[in-house]
Nanobody
Framework: VQLQASGGGLVQPGGSLRLSCAASGHTFKIGGTGWFRQAPGKEREFVAAIRWNDGARRYSDAVKGRHTISRDNTKNMAYLQINSLRPEDTAVYYC????????????????????WGQGTQVTVSS
């Protein structure tokens, strides 16, 4: 199974980016996708997650209202639209998938995910 996260870059404060997560090589249906991020010198933290069967979403308090997670079942793609970017959003963003349909609360935990992408850098700076 391979996950490819892309779409990161350098953006000014207040700007937007759309991150993509492409899954390939799997024979199971994706149960959930999570986005996590790791800023320099900090631990990796949960950002957003989506359960694929019904689209239930969960966001961290830090991004709620600014970020939107979505998925495209036909393409096995998940997306994270990040708006109103702040310098504190600077981090490497990782996507992860699980074949199981956990409740939305559990999807915020790293240990429920079986496969991780390599990460994409988001830098917010003027």
């Amino acid at each position: 199974v391979q996950l490819q996260a892309s779409g990161g870059g350098l953006v000014q404060p207040g700007g937007s980016l759309r991150l993509s997560c492409a899954a390939s090589g799997h024979t199971f249906k994706i149960g959930g996708t999570g986005w996590f991020r790791q800023a320099p010198g900090k631990e990796r933290e949960f950002v957003a997650a989506i359960r694929w069967n019904d689209g239930a979403r969960r966001y961290s308090d830090a991004v709620k209202g600014r970020h939107t997670i979505s998925r495209d079942n036909t393409k096995n793609m998940a997306y994270l639209q990040i708006n109103s970017l702040r310098p504190e959003d600077t981090a490497v963003y990782y996507c992860a998938i699980t074949p199981r349909s956990y409740n939305s609360g559990s999807l915020s935990r790293e240990d429920v995910y079986d496969y991780w992408g390599q990460g994409t850098q988001v830098t917010v700076s003027s």
